[in-house]
């Protein structure tokens, strides 16, 4: 099993990025789990899939399980209420907090439920929030690639950086940490390279600007048919070079 989390500043399409991936992975090594970490959750609609129950919800139910009730029995059932399968790829989301309080307990709940549920997967996929909450509190299994998404913008370079040196300051032990940089034009390439290297940002890759995905991104709707893409070949060259150890 491989576990790939994606981060990056709001906007930067990590997202897009992170549905794109567990596409190509449901093609050539399902099932694949992709995660919904992020509040602001999109995920299920780039993928075709809608989250009408997610985990934070499900959270909620233990406050009415009666005494002498397994608490994580409980949410084991509700998780898998949560989790919306699909051809290749399933996918459950986290949502948000529920209610002030500690959230210690309930967060030891979700680790060994989403633990037990990994087991099932090849891959498992995790699109986060800028910051990786669910990563440094250790609700989603440790990490094996870390993506960090940028667009060629100074201001997503720089909070890729943070984010990068967040990551070092949280002892996330990825075997690998890359910077994917998005809607890259050619003519954009080498000041680009440059850039990243006096920022001494040197694991990149690019992904190629691609029109037709941001129409689709603008009209809310699932990025599919888009296998002949520049920016799906990307990204699925990316994965099989980095995750599945493709020449």
């Given at each position: ?46 993928l075709g899939m809608d989250i009408g129950f997610d ?193």
């Open positions: 099993m491989t576990v790939i989390a994606f981060a990056g500043k709001g906007g930067v399409g990590k997202t897009t990025l992170s549905s794109l991936m567990a596409m190509h992975l449901a093609t050539v090594e399902p099932p694949v789990l992709a995660i919904d970490a992020d509040p602001n959750s999109n995920l299920g609609e780039k985990l934070s919800a499900a959270l909620t139910c233990l406050r009415d399980v009666p005494e002498g009730m397994a608490k994580h029995d409980v949410m084991a059932v509700k998780a898998r209420e949560a989790l919306v399968e699909g051809e290749g790829v399933d996918l459950i989301g986290m949502g948000r907090p529920q209610g002030p309080g500690c959230y210690c307990f309930a967060n030891s709940v979700l680790r060994d439920v989403l633990s037990m549920m990994a087991e099932s997967y090849r891959h498992i996929l995790i699109d986060n929030e800028a910051g990786m909450e669910h990563i440094s509190r250790g609700t989603v299994s440790s990490i094996d690639v870390l993506i960090v998404v940028s667009d060629p913008g100074m201001a997503g370079l720089r909070a890729a950086s943070r984010i990068m040196d967040l990551a070092e300051e949280l002892e996330i032990a990825a075997t690998r940490k890359l910077l994917l940089v998005n809607s890259v034009t050619e003519d954009m390439r080498p000041a680009l390279r440059e850039r990243l290297t006096s920022m001494g940002l040197r694991d990149y890759a690019f992904v190629p600007f691609e029109h037709d995905i941001r129409s689709l991104n603008m009209e809310g709707m699932p990025l599919v048919g888009l296998e002949q893409s520049a920016a799906y070949q990307a990204v699925a060259r990316l994965c099989d070079r980095i995750i599945l150890s493709v020449p």
